[in-house]
């Protein structure tokens, strides 16, 4: 296995866990992989493939992620193929007489009802079948597809083919579909850790939005990365605003042509643009290893999405930063518009769901604790010193005075207005309405003057994320006391509040610099490849890794043998470049 590993893919060593589905695979064992993103997970069935006598058939959702899987492949002279809808017939049919000829061929869900595929199946001799992104199975995950439900097919028709199914999905609920939908008796099931040590994580209030963009863009001048935002209308906003600013951006949507879409992704994929601003369609097809940052200007409606977006950062290992900008506006809109569920089941578990991401982003503990407790795991230590609560970033200040004066006015407000409202009356305002409902007679009334609206705002959202407030649903949303505001308003309970502006410490461009090393020597590494991709038409990544430049310009490989020894470099690439990144390295092997 291990010689496999390193000729074909150049890896010196396994990551955790794919050793042991590696071997289950090629004993005949259905494994189920639960692993976060840019944990290895297509190793795990591409190594047995090579492995196998037969052909692996892999199954996964998007054209663009099956197209990039294989442009790898090839790039270490693995037989490899794809059927998907944009083929025609003869093309197709060509791959099928011939599945022989492939160690894997990639497909989508579609295939499987269409007879002819069927047919080459059962005439051919499959090793493996893979069910790639497999949260895709399950109603319960983010990205159900109707087509994934077919998959019970692979057992009942092929009861002695191993089949691996591999998400980055941490519920058990969903996990519990995927061997469910997929008859699957006696697997191994695999879940690791869900924690990305290697994003910083934060989470600021927005307060700014163009500001706070151009700041944090400034500290990742020339790196790749992905800002989300909510809506097609803020993505097209955002993207001209950031291109008058002189920012190379792409955009994508789903209300832009196929092709435009296409476009996109591939400049983005092939480092032709680094920045791109899109919502949520921008999302499975992206396998980009090098992704540096993921910058979300609202907050997302749950905290699964929330993680998968993130994790799209930073899947090469090397440290990158997530910086998510949420407004208390974020949360009313997602609430203003729950009433058009109708199925009341649904809006309870989408209202739930939203209340814990907006807890989140209020919370003064451990982000990573926060999240994996989310996802019902433990994180171990007391600072992860990789978020903006660990690494103190935050000031905090005693709100338990704040706290009383505001509950006290919601309960004198008899729990009938919203938040607008409230703030004014703790304002002293002299508006018509106020004056006219006889609220300035309130005790409550002109209490908290020497706070401004936007501080007031912040602190009230703060109470509702930890639960001492309730916003209705609709169209005006009331403020409500909750059973526990009883412990601030007459138990003596204490509470810290976050102060609203956050200064951040600069961190991971740091942190890279420091793996490199040698600056001068990357660069022109970085370079070199780049004029290598170009050439060959291929993404730089697939040329090496930043992993492996890295390693390559604090090693500072000699001879062939030496360079065939830095991680990521295979037989097939090393025949095919040791000998001008040796060139180019030699120059400064003197110094
Ligand atoms: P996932 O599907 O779990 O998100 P990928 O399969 O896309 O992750 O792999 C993420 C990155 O890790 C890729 O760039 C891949 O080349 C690299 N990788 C996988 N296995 C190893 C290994 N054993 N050693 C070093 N790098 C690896
Ligand atoms: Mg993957």
Redesign the pocket.
């Known amino acids: 296995m291990e010689k496999y590993?390193k000729e074909y893919?150049?890896?010196?060593?396994?990551?955790p866990y794919?050793k042991e589905i590696v071997s289950n695979l090629m004993a005949g064992r259905d494994v189920v992989a639960l692993?976060?993103?840019?944990?290895?997970?297509?190793?795990?069935y591409q190594l047995p493939a090579l492995m196998l006598p037969g052909t692996t058939i892999v199954i996964s959702p998007t054209i663009s992620l099956m197209q990039d899987q294989v442009a790898?492949l090839q790039k270490n002279n693995i037989r490899v193929a794809t059927i998907n809808s944009s083929m025609d017939y003869a093309a197709i049919n060509s791959i099928l007489q011939n599945l022989a000829d492939y160690k894997l061929l990639y497909v989508a869900p579609e295939r499987f009802p269409a007879e002819n595929f069927m047919a080459a199946l059962k005439l051919a001799n499959i090793s493996l079948f893979v069910v790639?992104e497999a949260h895709c199975i399950s109603e319960w995950g983010h990205s159900f597809r109707e087509e994934y439900r077919k998959l019970s097919y692979l057992k009942e028709n092929f009861p002695t083919v191993p089949v691996i199914a591999?998400t980055?999905t941490a519920t058990q609920k969903v996990a519990q579909d995927i061997v469910a939908q997929l008859h699957l008796k006696d697997h191994l099931l695999i879940r690791s850790s869900f924690d990305r040590a290697n994003l910083t994580i934060r989470i600021h209030e927005r307060v700014d939005k163009n500001t706070q963009v151009l700041d944090f863009l400034k500290t990742h001048d020339g790196e790749s990365g992905i800002i989300y935002v909510s809506t097609r209308k803020k993505t097209d906003e955002l993207h001209e605003f950031l291109a008058k600013k002189g920012f190379n951006i792409a955009k994508y949507h789903a209300g832009l042509s196929a092709q435009e879409r296409k476009n996109a992704h591939t400049q983005f994929i092939n480092d032709n643009i680094k920045l791109i601003v899109a919502t949520i369609a921008f999302g499975m097809g992206i396998?980009k290893?090098d992704v540096r940052f993921v910058l979300h200007l609202n907050m997302p409606r749950n905290i699964e999405q929330y993680y998968q977006e993130i994790?799209r950062a930073g899947?090469?290992?090397l440290p990158s930063e997530c910086l998510m900008l949420y407004s208390p506006e974020d949360l009313v809109l997602y609430k203003r518009f729950m009433n058009d569920y109708e199925e009341q089941a649904v809006r309870l578990q989408m209202t739930r769901k939203i209340d814990q991401m907006f807890s989140l982003c209020n919370s003064i503990v451990c982000r990573r604790a926060e999240i994996l407790s989310y996802f019902d795991e433990t994180y171990p230590a007391s600072n992860c010193q990789n978020c903006d609560n660990c690494m103190d970033e935050v000031e905090k200040v005693d709100g338990t005075i704040i706290a009383q004066k505001i509950l006290s006015c919601v309960f004198r407000l008899r729990q009938q207005f919203g938040l607008n409202y409230v703030i004014d009356v703790l304002l002293g305002s002299k508006k018509q309405d106020v004056l006219y409902r006889g609220h300035d007679q309130l005790s409550t009334y002109n209490i908290l003057t020497e706070e401004s609206r936007s501080d007031l705002k912040h602190y009230i959202f703060s109470l509702i994320s930890a639960g001492y407030l309730e916003v209705t649903e609709g169209e005006y949303p009331l403020l409500l006391l909750t059973p526990t505001s009883v412990k601030i308003l007459q138990e003596g309970q204490q509470i810290q509040f976050k102060k609203k502006t956050i200064r951040k410490k600069l961190k991971t461009k740091e942190a890279t610099q420091k793996l490199i090393g040698n600056l001068e020597i990357f660069e022109t590494l970085r370079k070199l490849r780049l004029e290598l991709a170009r050439a060959e038409s291929v993404p730089p990544?697939m040329v090496f890794?930043d992993?492996t430049l890295i390693e390559m310009s604090s090693h500072l490989p000699r001879t062939v043998e030496d360079f065939l020894e830095i991680?990521?470099v295979g037989q097939v690439k090393a025949n095919k470049y040791a000998k001008i990144f040796l060139e180019s390295i030699s120059k400064f092997n003197g110094k």
């Open positions: 590993l893919f150049g890896f010196n060593s396994f990551r794919q692993l976060p993103t840019g944990s290895g997970k297509s190793l795990c790898g790639d591999v980055a396998d290893p994790g899947r090469d290992g990544f890794s992993k991680n990521g």
